[in-house]
């Protein structure tokens, strides 16, 4: 809608005279045109929408644009913050005012304003100009209400049971309880809580919260998660009881593989213990504090035994009903002893926390030869059952956890080596007993039931699947089935191992954050899923690990396994950042992490000879995982140099993005010295090939950058010869799969890259699905492999391949030169017989989509570009010579030459592949066509 502002301009009224002032009024008129357009919407603060519970005293603010009219860019912003509802209403940023500001930016604003206060909330609001002479109105008001701040905010001790004679009660978990009274009407409350191992917090007789394992899995010497809650409507005026109920989870359970469970590795062995703050404030704002002292009572819970890898034992005859409720007679309870404090900085939640996200039902039931039930949910899943029984009181039943059948139809759980994976329930007799376990998940296709009362159904048990709670930003699609169901074998491998961390595996004795396994898989993982509060968290996880001379672990949080880390997984310190960077395009994570990045640098750059980085243990009798479970083997040592390279190379390149002129100089030094000395070391200037002559051996020097431009196509061809000698199989492991495919399609092979992903035969990842999987496979040959050994049925890391689904075959990047897809890369690459491909992603501006049809006469190709963003556009000539490419249906150019103009695309060149466009936000069709159609 357009507004013309009023002008009197005052003459006198001849005919003449009249006519000017008539013209004079239009054509100021005209100038004054203001174009009105939607306030922006979708405002959040740290990743979450009206979030309570935050610790950052500088946080990020975004919203998103809602002019969808073609090439609509902000150029300004005002942004209001406000102690008051009211204040902001007047538009009276007391806290912050920021003017208006010339910028496009529209996320990751970073709040200028006075000091925020623990516990109060503050008020926001955002109006925006853009480049169609538009001002909105302001948006409507959000908030975001800020945490605890400072040490002296916490009047919570930590308690823990008073006696624990042996490491059995030490283990035990154990319910805690108190009993309070509020006087006066509830304006709001605020539960502010933590516990070691895990807690699961109750009040009036609720669970407080849809958020499980918390508080999570930290480097817990250094860092502990707190939850914040919103529970005022949990409290009534007068007599009122919290609870909670603790177990061991990460920190008292053990970790890590061993004969036995005593041999793992833990960070205490207890007693569990509590930290809570429950503040109630009344109408006039006086805060009444309930916090965990000694005032406080305990009593072992009806858990016998919890453990993360062994499963619950649950005695449902040991309830006692209204514990967690005022008026419970708890005369047998026992008063709580004040715990060691611990001396980790608390934080806030930073990881989406873990949720139950879907039920599954079982697809099949079957009695096997042992009297038992098993239940097949069709689907690898992490998370656990869900039971519903009713029999006897002491009736026991056991739920065995497995991926794998044995020929009998039994539950096969070898592969979980020392791991249980067994839920025990024991019945209370009282009617229909429905039971989830606390503490523990498992990674199962099948549970076998054993001990049920009467023949089960499918209503029996439900698979509840739980991860972090990451928000699914990414959607492809496909006339190639078995690409499709490869890519959904991906995203359940993805949502299987993000549990606090990412896991290489979610089922037996090991579940740790493999660094290698995350950094080949994380484009993928941004593709899939919103990762950056996800990876901001881990990757501090890495940096509170670090030791001092700089060396990072393998797994992080660092347990189990000794440092220094070994190449490629070390230097996920480097690539998770920069990938997290272009994916998102928070700076933030770049600065906080740069300091470990750079730490990790100088500790190889330290070790390394002539610029040649080796790591050996001490009698140099290895020298890493190199490319681990490779059907090819590929010699350690260059592997290892190739790193060094790698994660120089980014770091110059983060530095540059941070403004650290010297460093920028000083590491893409650094890593053309190291290139230069690979070269002379490991290039064989007689064979023309890279020393082992495999598959990664050339791969991870192409796809790095160490390659000279005028050796390229000879290390092009002895890939495409390596590929050959495979059948067209890959032989790569965890570090060679994330390249194959694009390497290929990149220079000129991508018919073998489609032709690769659509096999059928060992190795590849459609064996995988003709053996039944469902999931991404540890190995490419997990069925012959021995499953008493390392065989996850589980890992995501050989689903690297993602990245090359959504950014070759349907043609979607981002951007690293405008990060976080203000700027994106559209190059769709049709092939073979794919006639149709779909991706989209939500990104922080909007959906971005790409939708592709091929025919033999044409190829269609529709896009969506979000507001406040542009493309780049490669329309594909393909194979059939189109000559003609028409936009929103009228022919833009002929034979590579402009036809029309159009006020949001440029056509920016004719490339042998393609027709090059910039275009501005909205959406396009393009047809590619040849004439006469």
């Not at 998102?584 to 330290?606: H, P, Q, T």
Request: proline share 5%; with cysteine.
């Amino acid at each position: 809608m357009h507004h013309m502002k009023k002008v009197q301009i005052f003459l006198p009224m001849t005919f003449g005279h009249f006519f000017i002032q008539i013209l004079a009024t239009l054509l100021l008129a005209g100038c004054a045109i203001k174009e009105e357009i939607p306030p922006p919407a979708d405002l959040v603060c740290e990743y979450h929408t009206n979030p309570i519970g935050i610790d950052k005293v500088r946080p990020q603010l975004s919203w998103k644009i809602l002019d969808y009219k073609k090439g609509t860019m902000q150029t300004a912003y005002e942004i209001l913050v406000a102690s008051s509802l009211e204040n902001l209403n007047n538009n009276v940023g007391d806290m912050w005012s920021s003017g208006r500001v010339e910028s496009d930016r529209s996320t990751f604003v970073e709040y200028q304003g006075k000091a925020p206060e623990s516990r109060k909330t503050y008020f926001w609001k955002v109006k925006i100009w853009d480049n169609h002479h538009g001002e909105s109105e302001y948006s409507a008001p959000a908030i975001f209400e800020m945490a605890l701040l400072n040490k002296s905010d916490w009047k919570a001790q930590w308690i823990s049971r008073d006696v624990a004679k042996t490491k059995a009660d030490s283990l035990r978990s154990v319910m805690m309880r108190k009993e309070f009274s509020v006087d006066k009407p509830i304006k709001k409350a605020r539960l502010y809580v933590t516990g070691l191992g895990n807690y699961v917090f109750y009040i009036n007789g609720e669970k407080v919260g849809k958020d499980i394992l918390t508080p999570g899995w930290t480097h817990y010497p250094k860092r502990l998660q707190y939850q914040v809650y919103d529970v005022t409507n949990f409290l009534r005026q007068g007599a009122n009881a919290v609870g909670a109920m603790l177990g061991n989870a990460w920190w008292s359970g053990g970790l890590g593989w061993g004969k036995n469970p005593d041999s793992r590795k833990r960070y205490s062995f207890g007693p569990m213990k509590l930290f809570a703050q429950l503040e109630i404030e009344d109408q006039a704002g006086n805060i009444h504090t309930v916090a965990t002292d000694t005032t406080w009572l305990w009593y072992d819970s009806p858990v016998l035994f919890n453990n993360l890898y062994d499963g619950v034992h649950y005695d449902a005859r040991l309830e006692q009903p209204g514990w967690d409720n005022a008026g419970f007679d708890a005369k047998k309870w026992r008063k709580v002893a004040l715990a060691p404090a611990e001396q980790s900085m608390l934080v806030v939640q930073q990881a989406p926390p873990i949720r139950a996200e879907q039920e599954l039902t079982a697809v099949s039931i079957t009695k096997v030869p042992n009297g038992n039930y098993v239940f097949d949910f069709g689907q690898n899943m992490v998370g656990w059952g869900k039971l519903k029984v009713q029999g006897e009181a002491g009736t026991e039943i056991k739920l065995k956890f497995a991926e794998l059948l044995h020929d009998d139809g039994t539950v096969a759980q070898e592969n979980l080596r020392s791991a249980k994976g067994t839920d025990i329930y024991i019945l209370k007799g009282e009617g229909e007993e429905v039971w989830e376990p606390l503490f523990t998940y498992s990674g199962f296709r099948y549970v076998e039931i054993e001990g049920f009362p009467g023949e089960p159904n499918k209503e029996t048990l439900k698979g509840v699947v739980f991860y972090s709670s990451a928000p699914w930003v990414g959607k492809f699609e496909s006339s190639n089935q078995l690409i499709n169901q490869i890519m959904k074998n991906i995203t359940w491998g993805q949502r299987g191992n993000m549990h606090s961390v990412p896991t290489d595996c979610p089922q037996r004795d090991e579940r740790l954050g493999w660094m290698g396994d995350a950094q080949t898989f994380s484009p993928t993982s941004y593709y899939n899923m919103g990762m950056t509060r996800f990876y901001e968290k881990w990757l501090h996880d890495i940096t509170d690990s670090q030791d001092p001379s700089g060396y990072v672990y393998d797994v992080n949080p660092a347990i189990v396994v000794s440092g220094p880390s070994k190449p490629g997984w070390g230097d996920a310190a480097v690539i998770v950042p920069w990938v997290s960077y272009k994916f998102s395009g928070n700076k933030r994570i770049l600065e906080e992490n740069y300091d470990g990045m750079k730490a990790w640098v100088e500790f190889m750059r330290r070790h390394a000879r002539d610029n040649i980085y080796i790591w050996s243990n001490p009698d140099s009798t290895f020298f890493g995982y190199a490319d681990w479970i490779a059907v090819v083997k590929s010699p350690q040592k260059p592997i290892s140099a190739s790193y060094l390279f790698y994660s120089s190379k980014l770091l110059s390149q983060i530095a540059e993005v941070l403004g650290k002129v010297d460093d920028a100089k000083e590491y893409a030094q650094l890593a053309a010295d190291v290139a230069v000395a690979y070269q002379h070391k490991y290039w064989d200037p007689q064979t023309m090939n890279y020393e082992g002559g495999t598959q990664t051996a050339n791969l991870l020097p192409l796809g790095f950058g160490i390659t000279p431009d005028s050796l390229k196509d000879k290390v092009v061809k002895n890939i495409v010869e390596a590929v050959k000698r495979r059948n067209g199989h890959p032989s790569t492991g965890f570090l060679g799969t994330q390249f194959i495919l694009p390497m290929l399609s990149e220079y000129g092979h991508h018919d073998m890259a489609y032709k690769m992903i659509n096999l059928r035969t060992y190795p590849s990842w459609g064996y995988m699905i003709e053996k039944g999987a469902t999931t991404i496979w540890e190995l490419w040959n997990s069925d012959t492999e021995p499953p008493e050994g390392m065989n996850s049925r589980n890992h995501y890391a050989l689903g690297g391949i993602g990245e090359w689904v959504y950014g070759y075959l349907a043609g979607l990047k981002p951007d690293p030169e405008q990060p976080g897809f203000k700027h994106s890369i559209i190059a769709p690459m049709p092939v073979g017989d794919l006639t149709h491909a779909h991706a989209s992603r939500d990104t922080d501006y909007g959906n971005l989509s790409v939708d592709w049809t091929l025919t033999a006469d044409s190829l269609n190709l529709n896009i969506t570009i979000p507001p406040n963003t542009s493309a780049m556009v490669k329309v594909p000539k393909t194979q059939y010579g189109f000559k003609l490419v028409d936009v929103d249906g009228n022919t833009f150019l002929r034979d590579g030459k402009r036809v029309v103009t159009h006020k949001t695309i440029e056509y920016t060149g004719n490339e042998d592949d393609g027709y090059v466009f910039e275009v501005g936000s909205g959406s396009y069709a393009f047809k590619a066509h040849k004439p006469g159609l």
